[in-house]
């Protein structure tokens, strides 16, 4: 669905609506409309066989997909969008109408902190996926019952939460090692190498998130079982964030059993509340960083689904981050775009996505390669060969985007820094039992490349 530039489509801003609690925010929701909000939401099939033809689909305000089959992309829109598709000079071939689904509320959908982890840890919508309440309760928990390998980090604040301390989020990130004095310290000059994975920066991919809740289990349950994990805690820690954008996840599962399709953080008004499939406020948080920010890959629209921000690292989230990776990783690559880190560079990291089937590495703003290309390709081949995904720039294989967070951490620090795009069983809302599939599909690129972090280059 394309949204007029010079359309402004009134609502109740967001950031009222947030000051109430999680519990009077679910009791509010309207099922039937609810359901409405996807019944009708179709994906289409349209012919974009240059990054030209990409981008100017992306300008026009459509909600483009991460997702490539040959010369064709993928628009999520509604009855309309069809005929604003060919207005604008393109054809769409065909449509997948996203499937109807009963709604229903999370389990409890009780307000952050006002019960403990074991209460709240099961708490799940739309089949099984977690809550931000579970994810978070489930950091607690892991680290309770596993002090000697986990501990838990308050790493910022949403951007809600910056608005109001009582309507949005804490930033929250777990270290998992066999911790010995100074482990999971916030200094770059750590005694073991760092990984981190990092999902649901964009808050409508909800199974990358409960990927990332599988991937800290086996860490730390498996531990004193299985050797491959007992070696990677013994030598490396590995940082896990499972919800990047709090806010955004928070108003994707108040629609239960038929999630509302927030991609953004919260930040803006005067868009569509609840998000439609192409107008919802907010910010793109995998646009916002000052990697060749507001260059390719975006939407001007404030409403529109690729929005940068009106500036680079505008968003809360995106500075609290930045800090986050500046803590763990040292800067190890010198400026310009050409310059390669060295050799002795430590460090890697994953972003996860859905729903490509694609393994991408920077850079993602232009074709142009880094100074490290032929080691980042060497790797993403190895990832392939685990998760049998093509591998490639996203310019190459998907589409050019600017300001994303993998080429920020490869751009700023110098670490070796990889998107993975999820198949999600070939849906963009798939059901829950996606959910194992992708992950044992991914777990063993998630562990290679952890396990190279102490030298990626070498």
Known sequence: MRLPRTRKVGCVLFAVAAALTYATQSAAADPATQASQTE????????????AAAQRLIASGFDVLERRDGADLFVLGDAGTAAQLRADGFAPESAQPLAPANWTTPRSQLAPGTMSPAAVVDETYDGGYH?????????????ANHPDLATVVDYGDS??????ASAGHDLRAICLTHKQAGDCALSPNSAKPRFLLMTQIHAREIVTGDISWRFIDHLANDYATDSS???LLNSTEV?????VNPDGVAEVQLGGNHPYLQRKNEHGSGCSNPPTASNQLGVDLNRNTSTHWHTTGIDTSACGQQYP??????????????ALFRELFPDQRGTGDSTPAPVTTRGAMITMHSDAGMNLFPWGWSTTHTGNDAKLRAIAAKMSSYNHYPYGQPGQILYNASGTSDDWAYGE?????????????????????????????????LMYVAGIAKAPYA
């Not at 951007?159 to 109001?164: I, Q």
């Open 40 to 51: 009708r939401l179709s994906i289409y099939r349209v012919a974009a066989p240059s990054d």
């Open 239 to 243: 940082w896990v964030i499972p919800v």
């Open 159 to 164: 951007y809600l939460k910056t608005r109001n």
């Open 309 to 322: 921000g009106a500036s680079a690292n505008s968003e809360p989230e995106t500075t609290a981050i930045e």
């Open 131 to 143: 809550t931000l309440n579970a994810q978070y309760a489930h950091l607690d928990l892991i680290a």
């Open 413 to 445: 620090l110098g670490i070796a820094s990889f998107t993975i795009e999820v198949d999600s069983c070939g849906s963009f809302t798939p059901a829950y039992s996606c959910t194992a599939t992708d992950y044992n599909k991914n777990l063993p690129a």
């Open 229 to 231: 994990v007992a070696a």
